[in-house]
């Protein structure tokens, strides 16, 4: 046989023994570029490598926002230094063991995750259907972004604050440092909306709304402006009426179409005696209040325009005998005008006492752990801001309907 029939054979290239999941799957040389290998962003499809990417990312700054605290835990057989592991009732549950192979997880985090999927997406609405999007749908959504991920983690943190007193302290930086995150990475995405982001950017939205409520309360804060400057989340979530004006149509046919299609059954109850009383209290507040205004016909109208909805919410609450869910409540300050906050924070007496009469919706919400003591909280800083007798006066129906004592 000539040595030009002589049959060759494969020529031999260097084994990729480093690369993704997705190559060795195809059973193709992968190049092992990163964040993503060219083969996969040839193909269009997630590399293993972007994941493994964020996973770093996750547990550096994980380390990082534990390390002020890290002299209040016991190092591992490695070195590291993890949060105790507790029940909800504040017992020391057992620790996993140390091993190499769990070296680059972020444990902490993962608790988290865990924590949100089978504690805190079953708090925030009553209704079943609800309770499946926000523990099956929503991590999935934040899977998709980073910055909603992080905001569900924050608010699975500040759950377990309330719940394990003894690492309060250690959950609450956890809280802040997967919120600061989170905001820095979402404050991009926002300044360019399209319908491709709205849902994380949506959703996003309404976990920062739930955060802020969850945080302890303090005097000086009356959620809705602090100092005078109006609350960034009030002024984030108002900003979803943009989100929902740009893609509406994606929103409600994607995966948080529930939220906008799932309606309650009225109860039983006859309100309809309540309902007469609680409106003619704000028709008595609006002749009040626009007698206050007298010579600003602009005051008037954002006052006004605020009751009208505000009466809108009564009427759910009572007309209806609906049990009250944030989005009820949250939807006021959706629709009142941006001057209404503006006067607010410069501590406008006729604005302050409408919020006074917002509180009754606020504390409607007490069955849900995040909002527990904010209508009292408010109303009782709001009492002690309004100058004078009139305006305390004033403040008496809405102190009554929640049981609030005067300088309480």
């Avoid at 259907?129 to 992080?150: D, H, M, N, S």
């Avoid at 759910?316 to 006021?332: N, S």
Wanted: aromatic share 8%.
């Amino acid at each position: 046989m000539s040595a030009s029939s002589t049959v060759r054979g494969r020529r031999s290239h260097r084994k990729s023994r480093n690369g993704c999941q997705q190559c060795k799957h195809r059973k193709v040389k992968c190049g092992e570029e990163k964040p993503t290998c060219d083969n996969c962003m040839r193909h269009g499809v997630r590399c293993s490598f972007a994941l493994s990417t964020r996973l770093v990312e996750t547990a550096s700054s994980f380390t990082e926002a534990t390390s002020a605290s890290s002299r209040n835990s016991t190092p591992d057989s490695s070195g590291r230094r993890s949060p105790p592991l507790t029940s909800p009732n504040n017992t020391a549950l057992p620790q996993p063991p140390s091993s190499t192979g769990t070296s680059d997880l972020a444990i902490a985090d993962l608790e988290l995750l865990h924590h949100y999927t089978t504690s805190t997406a079953y708090t925030f609405s009553a209704n079943p259907t609800l309770q499946t999007l926000w523990r099956v749908e929503v991590p999935k959504i934040g899977f998709t972004a980073p910055y909603t991920l992080r905001a569900i983690l924050a608010l699975s943190a500040l759950h377990l604050a309330g719940l394990r007193p003894g690492h309060k302290d250690q959950y609450l930086q956890l809280a802040s440092t997967h919120h600061d995150a989170a905001l820095r990475l979402a404050t991009p995405a926002i300044a360019h909306l399209t319908a491709t982001n709205a849902t994380p950017l949506f959703l996003f939205s309404a976990l920062s709304s739930f955060i802020c409520c969850a945080k302890p309360l303090k005097l000086g804060n009356f959620l809705l402006w602090e100092g005078h400057e109006i609350a960034n989340w009030l002024l984030l979530i108002k900003g979803t009426g943009t989100i929902v004006a740009v893609a509406e149509e994606s929103l409600k046919n994607g995966p948080l179409g529930l939220l906008f299609s799932v309606h309650r059954q009225p109860c039983a109850h006859d309100f309809n005696d309540a309902a007469a009383t609680q409106h003619a209290f704000l028709e008595d507040l609006r002749q009040f209040i626009l007698a206050e205004a007298t010579g600003d016909p602009h005051c008037q109208t954002i006052y006004s325009e605020a009751l009208d909805h505000m009466s809108h919410c009564f009427t759910l609450c009572r007309d209806k005998g609906w049990r009250l869910e944030t989005a009820d409540v949250f939807m006021w300050l959706l629709r009142v005008p941006h001057d209404f906050l503006l006067a607010l924070k410069e501590y406008q007496p006729p604005a302050m006492v409408i919020v006074g009469y917002f509180c009754v919706l606020m504390h409607q919400l007490e069955w849900i752990w995040c909002m527990r003591g904010w209508g009292t909280h408010i109303l009782s800083q709001i009492y002690e801001q309004v100058p004078g007798p009139v305006y305390r006066a004033w403040l008496q129906w809405p102190m009554e309907q929640m049981g609030v004592l005067p300088g309480r």
